[in-house]
Protein backbone atom coordinates (compact mmCIF):
# COMPACT_ATOMS: atom_id res chain seq x y z
CA UNK A 1 0.00 0.00 0.00
CA UNK A 2 1.81 3.48 -1.43
CA UNK A 3 0.65 6.69 0.59
CA UNK A 4 1.38 9.65 -1.40
CA UNK A 5 1.15 13.46 -0.23
CA UNK A 6 1.57 16.40 -2.48
CA UNK A 7 3.05 19.49 -0.71
CA UNK A 8 0.97 22.70 -0.75
CA UNK A 9 0.33 24.47 -3.73
CA UNK A 10 -0.38 28.22 -3.29
CA UNK A 11 -1.67 31.10 -5.30
CA UNK A 12 0.56 32.44 -8.15
CA UNK A 13 0.28 35.65 -10.84
CA UNK A 14 -0.09 34.64 -14.00
CA UNK A 15 3.49 34.07 -15.68
CA UNK A 16 4.97 32.78 -12.89
CA UNK A 17 6.41 29.45 -11.39
CA UNK A 18 5.47 26.75 -8.69
CA UNK A 19 6.84 23.66 -7.85
CA UNK A 20 4.67 20.69 -5.95
CA UNK A 21 6.31 17.55 -4.66
CA UNK A 22 4.66 13.98 -3.73
CA UNK A 23 5.96 11.69 -1.44
CA UNK A 24 5.21 8.38 -1.27
CA UNK A 25 5.43 6.22 1.60
CA UNK A 26 4.55 2.67 2.30
CA UNK A 27 5.99 1.21 -0.97
CA UNK A 28 8.92 0.54 -3.09
CA UNK A 29 8.66 3.60 -4.92
CA UNK A 30 11.14 2.69 -8.15
CA UNK A 31 8.66 -0.21 -8.39
CA UNK A 32 5.57 2.60 -9.49
CA UNK A 33 4.99 4.63 -12.79
CA UNK A 34 3.63 8.10 -11.17
CA UNK A 35 1.34 10.98 -12.61
CA UNK A 36 -0.05 14.39 -12.20
CA UNK A 37 -3.35 15.12 -12.67
CA UNK A 38 -5.42 17.93 -12.22
CA UNK A 39 -9.33 18.51 -11.68
CA UNK A 40 -10.59 22.17 -12.23
CA UNK A 41 -14.04 23.19 -10.33
CA UNK A 42 -16.94 21.31 -12.37
CA UNK A 43 -14.70 19.64 -14.44
CA UNK A 44 -12.73 15.80 -14.87
CA UNK A 45 -9.99 14.75 -13.48
CA UNK A 46 -7.51 15.53 -16.38
CA UNK A 47 -4.17 14.52 -17.10
CA UNK A 48 -0.88 16.27 -16.55
CA UNK A 49 2.05 13.81 -16.99
CA UNK A 50 3.35 10.66 -16.06
CA UNK A 51 6.47 9.17 -15.54
CA UNK A 52 8.69 6.08 -16.05
CA UNK A 53 10.03 4.15 -13.34
CA UNK A 54 13.57 4.96 -13.13
CA UNK A 55 12.27 8.64 -14.75
CA UNK A 56 14.22 8.23 -18.38
CA UNK A 57 10.26 8.35 -20.13
CA UNK A 58 8.00 11.26 -19.54
CA UNK A 59 4.72 12.47 -20.91
CA UNK A 60 2.69 15.22 -21.05
CA UNK A 61 -0.66 16.59 -21.65
CA UNK A 62 -0.78 19.35 -24.85
CA UNK A 63 -1.48 21.91 -22.68
CA UNK A 64 1.41 21.93 -20.45
CA UNK A 65 4.09 20.58 -22.97
CA UNK A 66 6.91 23.30 -22.90
CA UNK A 67 5.69 24.98 -19.69
CA UNK A 68 5.96 21.90 -16.76
CA UNK A 69 8.69 19.38 -16.11
CA UNK A 70 8.01 15.93 -14.44
CA UNK A 71 11.09 14.33 -12.54
CA UNK A 72 11.54 11.77 -9.59
CA UNK A 73 14.15 11.17 -7.18
CA UNK A 74 13.40 7.24 -6.10
CA UNK A 75 16.21 7.76 -3.55
CA UNK A 76 13.78 10.41 -1.64
CA UNK A 77 10.84 8.67 -2.56
CA UNK A 78 9.82 11.82 -3.99
CA UNK A 79 8.09 13.21 -7.15
CA UNK A 80 8.02 16.52 -8.59
CA UNK A 81 5.92 18.90 -10.76
CA UNK A 82 8.01 22.11 -12.03
CA UNK A 83 5.47 24.29 -13.44
CA UNK A 84 6.90 27.20 -15.49
CA UNK A 85 4.20 29.88 -17.44
CA UNK A 86 1.41 29.29 -15.42
CA UNK A 87 -1.40 30.51 -16.65
CA UNK A 88 -5.03 31.20 -15.16
CA UNK A 89 -6.37 28.00 -16.93
CA UNK A 90 -3.93 25.86 -14.67
CA UNK A 91 -5.92 26.44 -11.96
CA UNK A 92 -7.20 23.34 -10.40
CA UNK A 93 -6.31 20.72 -7.76
CA UNK A 94 -3.24 18.71 -8.30
CA UNK A 95 -3.07 15.42 -7.79
CA UNK A 96 -0.31 12.77 -7.97
CA UNK A 97 -0.90 9.05 -8.34
CA UNK A 98 1.23 5.52 -8.18
CA UNK A 99 0.66 2.61 -10.70
CA UNK A 100 2.53 -0.77 -10.60
CA UNK A 101 1.57 -1.10 -13.95
CA UNK A 102 2.09 0.59 -17.69
CA UNK A 103 2.63 4.46 -17.91
CA UNK A 104 -1.11 5.73 -18.72
CA UNK A 105 -3.12 8.82 -19.03
CA UNK A 106 -5.89 7.62 -17.67
CA UNK A 107 -7.33 8.25 -13.77
CA UNK A 108 -8.58 4.16 -13.93
CA UNK A 109 -4.90 3.20 -14.63
CA UNK A 110 -3.93 4.42 -11.10
CA UNK A 111 -4.46 2.47 -7.78
CA UNK A 112 -3.40 5.39 -5.54
CA UNK A 113 -3.93 8.52 -5.36
CA UNK A 114 -2.90 12.09 -2.78
CA UNK A 115 -4.96 14.16 -1.45
CA UNK A 116 -4.56 17.01 -3.55
CA UNK A 117 -3.39 20.19 -3.39
CA UNK A 118 -4.38 23.65 -4.41
CA UNK A 119 -2.78 25.39 -7.08
CA UNK A 120 -4.64 29.15 -7.96
CA UNK A 121 -3.34 31.37 -10.88
CA UNK A 122 -4.29 34.84 -10.86
CA UNK A 123 -4.43 37.04 -14.09
Known amino acids: QVQLVESRGGLVQAGGSLRLSCAAS????????MGWFRQAPGKERDFVAH????????SYADSVKGRFTIARDNAKNTMYLQMNSLKPEDTAVYYC????????????????WGQGTQVTVSS
Open 51 to 58: ISWSGGRT
Open 26 to 33: GGTFGNYR
Open 97 to 112: AATPRGASSSIYDYDY
